[in-house]
C-alpha cells in the first residue's frame, strides 16, 4: 500500500499527559479519526469526507489537513506547538 505524503507532519498533543501523535500521511489522520477518535461528531465526519476526496484527487490535502485539525479541536486535541494551552477537560 502506498501512502499519501500530506506535506509538514502535524503533530497533536492527544492526552492530559502530554502524550504527542505524529500524523504524516492522510492514511495514520484516517486511522485515527475511525478508529481512536474519541468524540462522534460532525467534525469528525467532516474531516473523514474531506480525507476520502483528498485520496480519491477529488479534494484538495490543504481542505483535508484543515478538516482534521478541525475536528482535533473539538476533540479536545491541541498541536504540539500550541501544548502550552491547557486540554479541554
Given at each position: ?33 475511525r ?8 467534525a ?45 477537560a
Amino acid at each position: 500500500m502506498i501512502e499519501i505524503y500530506w506535506g509538514e507532519p502535524l503533530s497533536l498533543v492527544v492526552s492530559p499527559q502530554g502524550d504527542v501523535q505524529k500524523f504524516s500521511t492522510i492514511e495514520q489522520a484516517q486511522y485515527w479519526l475511525r478508529k481512536k477518535w474519541p468524540v462522534a461528531d460532525d467534525a469528525r465526519h467532516r474531516a473523514l469526507l474531506r480525507l476520502e476526496a483528498a485520496m480519491d484527487c477529488m479534494g484538495s490535502v490543504g481542505e483535508a489537513r484543515h478538516a482534521f485539525l478541525s475536528a482535533a479541536r473539538t476533540a479536545g486535541f491541541v498541536p504540539q506547538d500550541q501544548s502550552h494551552r491547557p486540554l479541554a477537560a
